[in-house]
């Protein structure tokens, strides 16, 4: 049995909001290092709500470790239904967290952070080659034997890019634009993430407006296909 539970944004009417519910539904995964919450907003490793994150830096290096811990959950797991599990999670969370980079943050760099333009787009190549690992990733079977090579390929290349972006891009993008910029660019990013495919689309554009209209028209496939998903029990 798998717990359903949205996240719903609040600043919505009452007919959008029940669109919303009708159409989003999904499993919600919950960390194995994490302690149960009932609040919808995703408890961090310190049992501390995102919502008391303020900055767009520290929503993103959330999302990383979030990722490190999926590939590991999926790469360790025991049997073949358990890998399938963390495979569709990690294949969720990675897909979600790049295109609301491009979305959101890319174009902040472009606007605000000296030589951001050419930091944005190496990132976007980057992304490129990870949303095209991920592509072929999430079509394996568990039973593959490409299966745990392809995705330690795909996660050098994912850890090579976090490490650069946590360790010079979002630094130089922080102070740039200062707390309160970044706590609203923080926001713009959560809400993003609702509206985004859930599966990798390399062919896709990867900067606005382009790649939101494309992504409009992917998501609702892709999360009506996430409902017969299997995904990790909510413990």
Known sequence: ??????????????????????????????????????DPRRPTQR?????????????????????????????????????????????????????????????????????????????RAEHQAVKEKLYTFQSLPPTDPSFIPAIDSLWESLRQHITEEERDDLPALEQAIGADASGALARSFDRTKHFVPTRSHPSAPDRPPYETAVGMLATP???????????PESA
């Not at 007919?15 to 994490?34: D, E, G, H, N």
Request: zero cysteines; glycine letters at 2%.
């Open 47 to 123: 049992g501390v709500t995102m919502a008391a994150t303020t900055r767009v830096s520290d929503r993103i290096k959330h999302d990383h470790q979030e990722l490190k811990e999926l590939y590991n959950n999926t790469k360790n797991s025991k049997s073949h239904d358990d890998r399938e599990r963390w495979q569709n999670q990690f294949v969720w969370e990675l897909a979600r967290h790049s295109v609301a980079e491009e979305i959101v943050v890319y174009p902040a760099f472009e606007a605000h952070v000296d030589g951001g333009f050419k930091m944005a787009e190496k990132n």
């Open 1 to 38: 049995m798998y717990r359903q539970i949205l996240r719903v944004p609040t600043a919505i009417s009452p007919t959008a909001r029940q669109t919303f519910v009708s159409t989003y539904t999904r499993p919600l995964f919950v960390s194995t290092v994490r302690v149960q919450s009932t």
């Open 221 to 231: 496939a892709d999360k009506l296909m996430d409902m017969f998903r299997k995904f």
